[in-house]
């Protein structure tokens, strides 16, 4: 009886293990699965609840030099307090565009950091100490992220990517099974759909993807996933169809518009004082 249940057990183990082999062979087809960061690097992606809006904390193990990626006003002390907290030091605030719905806390971060510097794209008009166009790179410790200039849901937006981390950060450019809207700030869905296509979609499919946003509770994609499962811009899509989808959203415009654009035009300063949220 004992010898029987054992080698019911053996079976059970055997093909519970060959099942896994199994899924791990037909996830690998579609060729999305996900490499481990490397031991030197350090990352941290925040949330903001009320703008649905993703932060990005990246380090250097080694010197400790870090960026912040897409910060929000309300935020910035969280962050500080965060970055402090692992003993980094905040090299660079990086932004990937000029934001619609938050005021960004690039402003405020620089009035709490010593000696940070803001980067923007030379295209998004705004205010910054370091302006970036595409193929240039950020360095911080032995850690680079390469700009790629991907307009369409504005004309200043880009992407940035760690090729040693396999990570696009990719701003309202492509979300995840989604994509950023085009009907206002410059906003062209031809172009759009060629960034994403050239500029994103060209990096090898296990890249992760970390958007701005998300509004349904997910964390990051693949390059492979979008490619596959982008409902807008999937490689089923035709540019005709992506323009054709684009023009019948019928969203209403962001609420702080009005209030977000200016402030980000002039990195979250008025007056050289950041905005109260």
Same mark, same amino acid.
């Given at each position: ?11 059970? +183990?055997? /093909?519970? %293990? ?11 087809? &579609? ?5 481990? !960061?490397?031991?030197?690097?350090l990352f941290r992606?925040? !949330? ?9 904390i990246l380090a ?10 897409? *910060?929000?006003?309300?935020? =910035?002390?969280?962050?500080?307090? %965060? ?9 660079? &605030? ?8 938050? +005021? ?21 008009? =705004? ?12 360095? /911080? ?27 696009? !950060? ?30 994103? !979609?060209?990096?090898?499919?296990? /890249? ?22 982008? *409902? ?9 169809? /992506? ?10 415009? *962001?609420?702080? +518009?009005?209030?977000?654009? *200016? ?5 979250? %300063? ?8």
């Amino acid at each position: 009886m004992i010898g029987g249940t054992l080698k019911k057990v053996q079976w059970t +183990i055997t /093909f519970a %293990l060959a099942h896994c082999v199994s899924s791990a062979r037909n996830y690998s087809s &579609v060729h999305i699965l996900e490499n481990a !960061f490397s031991n030197g690097f350090l990352f941290r992606q925040l !949330f903001d609840s009320i703008s649905y809006t993703h932060t990005y904390i990246l380090a250097d193990k080694l010197s400790k030099e870090c960026v912040i990626i897409d *910060p929000v006003l309300e935020q =910035a002390d969280r962050d500080v307090t %965060l970055i402090n907290q692992l003993g980094l030091t905040l090299k660079y &605030v990086i932004n990937t565009h000029v934001h619609a719905d938050h +005021i960004t806390g690039t402003g405020k971060i620089k009035t709490m950091v010593n000696n940070v510097q803001s980067i923007i794209s030379k295209e998004s008009g =705004a205010q910054a100490d370091i302006h970036v166009t595409h193929g240039d790179t950020i360095d /911080f410790g032995d850690q680079q992220l390469e700009v790629r200039a991907t307009p369409g849901h504005t004309d200043g937006c880009v992407t940035y990517v760690n090729q040693g981390e396999g990570m696009a !950060f990719t701003g309202d450019t492509l979300l995840i099974r989604g994509c950023g809207r085009t009907d206002f700030q410059q906003g062209d869905s031809h172009k759009l759909f060629q960034s994403v296509r050239k500029e994103i !979609f060209s990096l090898p499919d296990h /890249f992760r993807v970390y958007p701005a946003h998300d509004y349904h509770g997910f964390s990051h994609s693949t390059v492979g996933e979008e490619k596959l499962y982008n *409902p807008r811009l999937g490689e089923q899509i035709s540019e005709e169809k /992506f323009v054709e989808i684009m023009n019948n959203l019928k969203l209403s415009l *962001p609420k702080k +518009i009005d209030v977000a654009v *200016p402030a980000n035009m002039k990195c979250g %300063l008025q007056d050289g004082v950041p905005i109260e949220p």
